[in-house]
């Protein structure tokens, strides 16, 4: 007769983890169900497990029972840093700089001002804020600019969102995050040594050096590795082992440097191949719900709500002053760059996500060797988490919020017009004849667009084309326009230029040209060129509220939100609804 004995350990990191991303699944499901963001729901299933104290990841046995995943917090938190480093591809953020600038700006000069201010002056009137000093109010200053990459990304693919606000995000959440760390580091430097703002300039500098050369060194060889060695079928994995990497040599330098690392790494990757970071996308993507589920889940049960009650005024004050930092800051910034109002109403709130570099930051701070009292370690610990635990719960639904309000929310889907993008739209398009107009629109294409024929011959083309028979339609439109040979594209391509003035051309109708649309359109792509030519056409001579928006709109993001409008659907339509279009069909 057979005996086994069997001894069922519960506290197997495997089984844990598969526990975990079983309810986690589960609770985003709940959420979803009730309209909320899935995101939403795997964080505070974290938080519910973490009250229940499943067998091996009671931390209230062992405070570091959880620690024994943080190599997998650390890879998703590195994926999640190297896709929003992705993001920042230097060719498509064109008519962007000045926008992001003055966000990256007002973060670091409004929110840890408004922030350190409120709790330095407010902190101790409120009941137990007596231990609110000017340590932990700096501190917590500095950790309050960070937000949430992973959540935002996440929210927005699951709204399938579209627009200049969400374009404004993904181009901002991983850059202020970088000035989040600038800023801590600047004044844990300054805290802690007294040496001076000089030498806390020069420790940011530092790390950001440092960062960046291992990101950007592993990008580099990965490049080289899938040029030389590698074949397609493992660029995905070498991106994987580039991720793995930059995060395992910046290891000696916190939390925080592992994700500067990846960041950079991603930011290197696409801007020296692009085509490669969609390949290393691709292949996580299979499995993507998985590795977030799993992420956010973990990242619910390691907060704890415990804290919340000994500082709950605390805690709310220093959650309205991040929200007010946020808002004031976006709105601020937005202002000045001239952006609408969707944009500028609704994007402090789309960045009231907090997450993982703040994890990381107050760690930093609240580690023995941190250099900081008993006391601020205390603070920056309660009133951080608490407030973290809050944001985070709060912070998808608000940032799903403003992607609806704004109008932007299940956008991501096909248009006529999505060739269109904020980066190939001129404002201000000079030239004194139609070839000087042409060649100026042309360096526009060929520097936001992957163009195989040779620019010269493609201008060259254009103006043939246009002595052959006249691109301009009437009503101060024109679209000059070459077609592509096989091989020499597989996507129709363009660049809009406007001009409120009008330039002096000849034209039949003897008015001004106050837009002219170049486009590159491939031989198999012709009847969607005929799509955009009617569709531009009719508008132009049916909407005269359209035409005087467009022609005088303020800024490149002003005329994007023109085009891809709701109320102009009849101009950039989805094109799974191209049927309903049919009277726009020449």
């Not at 670091?108 to 231990?131: E, K, N, Q, S």
């Not at 989040?180 to 802690?192: D, E, K, N, S």
Request: hydrophobic share 50%; with cysteine.
């Amino acid at each position: 007769m057979f005996h086994a004995s069997v001894n069922l350990h519960l506290e197997d990191p495997l089984l844990n983890m598969a526990t975990v991303l079983v309810t986690g699944i589960i609770g985003g499901e709940l959420f979803a169900l009730l309209r909320l963001p899935k995101v939403t729901g795997w964080i505070a299933t974290g938080i519910l497990l973490r009250w229940i104290a499943l067998p091996g990841m009671d931390t209230g046995v062992d405070p570091k029972a959880l620690d024994r995943f943080l190599p997998y917090m650390h890879f998703v938190l590195g994926f999640i840093a190297f896709t929003v480093g992705a993001t920042l591809y230097f060719a498509s953020l064109r008519n962007t700089g000045k926008r992001i600038g003055l966000l990256l700006l007002c973060e670091t000069l409004i929110t840890p001002v408004l922030v350190g201010a409120l709790l330095y002056f407010a902190g101790p009137l409120v009941p137990g804020g007596d231990v609110m000093t000017t340590q932990p109010a700096l501190l917590l200053a500095a950790i309050a600019i960070a937000g949430a990459p992973g959540t935002t990304v996440l929210v927005i693919q699951e709204a399938r969102a579209r627009g200049i606000l969400t374009r404004t995000l993904l181009a901002a959440i991983g850059l202020i995050d970088m000035v989040a760390v600038a800023v801590f580091v600047f004044i844990t430097t300054f805290l802690g040594d007294q040496a001076g703002w000089t030498h806390s300039l020069q420790s940011v500098f530092v790390q950001f050096g440092v960062t960046l050369v291992i990101g950007g060194g592993c990008a580099l060889i990965a490049i080289i590795l899938t040029r030389t060695v590698v074949s397609p079928a493992f660029l995905g994995p070498t991106i994987v082992a580039a991720v793995l990497g930059s995060w395992g040599l910046a290891a000696g330098f916190g939390t925080s440097g592992g994700i500067l690392a990846c960041t950079f790494a991603g930011i290197v990757l696409t801007n020296f191949q692009h085509d490669l970071v969609r390949s290393g996308e691709a292949y996580l993507q299979t499995i993507g719900g998985a590795l977030f589920a799993l992420f956010f889940t973990f990242a619910g049960m390691r907060l704890d709500f415990g804290l919340v009650p000994s500082a709950a005024a605390l805690v709310g004050l220093y959650f309205t002053a991040r929200l007010i930092g946020k808002c004031v800051s976006a709105f601020s910034a937005m202002s000045l760059s001239g952006v609408t109002d969707n944009v500028r109403g609704y994007l402090g709130i789309a960045l009231l996500p907090h997450g993982g570099v703040a994890v990381g930051l107050i760690l930093l701070v609240t580690g023995e060797n941190s250099g900081f009292s008993d006391e601020v370690r205390t603070v920056v610990n309660t009133v951080g988490l608490s407030a973290l635990a809050i944001n985070q719960l709060l912070g998808p639904s608000a940032t799903r919020f403003a992607l609806v309000r704004s109008g932007e929310d299940h956008k991501d889907r096909p248009r006529l017009l999505d060739f269109l993008q904020e980066q190939r739209i001129t404002i201000g398009l000079t030239g004194g004849d139609r070839e000087a107009t042409i060649r100026q629109l042309a360096s526009q294409l060929y520097a936001t667009s992957k163009m195989q024929l040779p620019q010269e011959d493609f201008i060259a083309r254009v103006l043939a084309r246009d002595a052959e028979l006249s691109t301009y339609l009437g009503q101060g439109l024109m679209i000059p326009h070459a077609i592509l040979d096989d091989g020499e594209g597989d996507e129709i391509r363009g660049v809009l230029g406007l001009s409120a003035e009008g330039l002096q051309f000849d034209t039949f109708d003897d008015r001004r040209v106050h837009a002219v649309l170049l486009l590159a359109t491939p031989e198999l792509e012709r009847s969607r060129h005929l799509q955009v030519l009617s569709a531009f056409a009719t508008a132009i001579t049916r909407d005269a509220n359209l035409v005087e928006q467009l022609y005088h709109a303020r800024s490149a993001a002003h005329a994007y939100e023109i085009l891809h409008a709701d109320k102009h659907a009849d101009i950039n339509y989805f094109l799974e609804d191209a049927a309903d279009q049919a009277g726009l069909r020449p």
